[in-house]
């Protein structure tokens, strides 16, 4: 490798793909057209970026299977920046094999890192956490370890496990300052601010709250019954119903549990769960069925008894009844969720991600777009969406991984 090439490579690994364009901007031989499109990359400019980088992968001879492999690494984290969640993960997974086989141990955790936030931004936890614990952090440079405690960061704050939370960020930062790169700290501190900054809002004896993600996860710890409206459960002391495909019932519950210790009247409940301005008997039959149905499935937690004007529930072991509720509900509002990160979606990325239809989700960022909420870019497969951060509350950690209903 040439001395133009291995400066251009050290300008990149200290985020400064200026200096590294001056060095090999003018040149089109492999390892030249892969630091280019990274440098490209870290300037923003992803499509240019795919390119060059494809360009350099087919460019490599068959002996250079290790360069092969890290431009496939370097455009699946394109990929994940441009949020194309869809993106092919079986290119990843043999580029990984074949960095580690050839003993690039730290590109072939870089891939598993991005395997591991791909899975946390579609919401498989599990996956991610098991992918993680196959890695060992401790011959990682300083830039990679900042980004091994990044996904760790977000793993516990998608797990309600504050503390673990801030001690990775702050192992980050240290590691980010070693680096020396402003980029990373940047990431750093945006991932700092969803802990301080509203994540969910307390529904209480007619009263509301926000919470910071902190609060969140000492209310789930208490004795108290949470209605939690950000994953449609219903959950006490340890003990958790489960109703994101029943919303039904969920809105009911939800219903009761806003008007604790008090009972909501039948025509309330008639209006906000099946929407009837007018009950009829059939309404009133219907709505005598879904509150026998959740009677059933509120079992293990509470009752609910019928009182002159409508119902009331009367929780088992706990003293007190609350809703969990998002910072900001609105139709569509687990679109806008993920759009608020300010990063460019597609419509299949988002679909992915919220387990939903590709033809739902459209229909929900065409609404949104009428409502001015949102705004697109390119056509067809390349068209993208986004919104500027709504200020003040998280984007995404507490949806659930699917949507009722869907």
Not at 153 to 166: D, F, H, S, V
Not at 241 to 255: M, Q, Y
Request: charged residues 25%.
């Amino acid at each position: 490798m040439d001395s133009l090439i291995t400066a251009a490579a050290r300008a990149l690994a200290t985020g400064d793909p200026l200096g590294a364009l001056n060095r090999v901007a003018l040149r089109n031989d492999p390892p030249a057209l892969a630091l280019r499109g990274i440098a490209m990359a870290q300037l923003g400019d992803l499509v240019r970026a795919r390119a060059l980088l494809q360009k350099a992968a087919r460019a490599f001879g068959p002996k250079e299977a290790v360069a092969r492999a890290r431009c496939v690494v370097a455009e699946a984290e394109i990929a994940l920046v441009s949020r194309d969640l869809g993106w092919p993960t079986k290119p990843l997974e043999a580029a990984r094999v074949a960095l580690e086989k050839h003993g690039d141990w730290v590109n072939a955790a870089h891939a598993r890192h991005l395997e591991v936030r791909r899975l946390l931004l579609i919401g498989r936890l599990d996956q991610a956490e098991h992918a993680l614990a196959e890695l060992d952090p401790a011959p990682f440079p300083p830039a990679w370890l900042a980004a091994h405690e990044l996904v760790i960061a977000g793993i516990a704050m998608r797990r309600l496990r504050t503390k673990e939370a801030r001690a990775a960020l702050a192992a980050a930062e240290r590691a980010a300052r070693d680096a020396c790169i402003p980029a990373l700290l940047t990431e750093i501190e945006s991932a700092s601010r969803a802990l301080n900054t509203p994540a969910a809002r307390l529904i209480a004896r007619g009263e509301e709250r926000p919470l910071l993600l902190e609060e969140v996860e000492a209310l789930l710890a208490s004795k108290a019954l949470v209605v939690d409206a950000c994953r449609y459960v219903v959950r006490n002391a340890g003990t958790t119903v489960s109703l994101p495909r029943r919303p039904v019932l969920f809105t009911l519950a939800r219903a009761l549990a806003e008007a604790w210790p008090n009972d909501v009247s039948r025509s309330t409940l008639l209006a906000r769960t099946f929407r009837a301005k007018h009950a009829d008997e059939s309404h009133r039959a219907r709505l005598r069925v879904e509150i026998g149905r959740l009677r059933k499935a509120l079992r293990p937690l509470a009752d609910i008894t019928a009182t002159k004007d409508g119902f009331a529930l009367a929780p088992l072991r706990a003293r007190d009844v609350v809703v969990l509720a998002t910072p900001v509900e609105e139709e569509h509002g687990s679109v806008l969720a993920f759009l608020a990160d300010g990063e460019s979606w597609s419509s299949s990325a988002l679909a992915l991600a919220l387990s939903a239809s590709q033809r739902t989700v459209q229909r929900a960022l065409d609404e949104l777009a009428e409502a001015g909420k949102v705004q697109s870019f390119g056509r067809a497969r390349a068209r993208r969406w986004m919104t500027p951060p709504v200020a003040g509350f998280t984007t995404a950690l507490l949806l659930p991984a699917s949507l009722p209903g869907d």
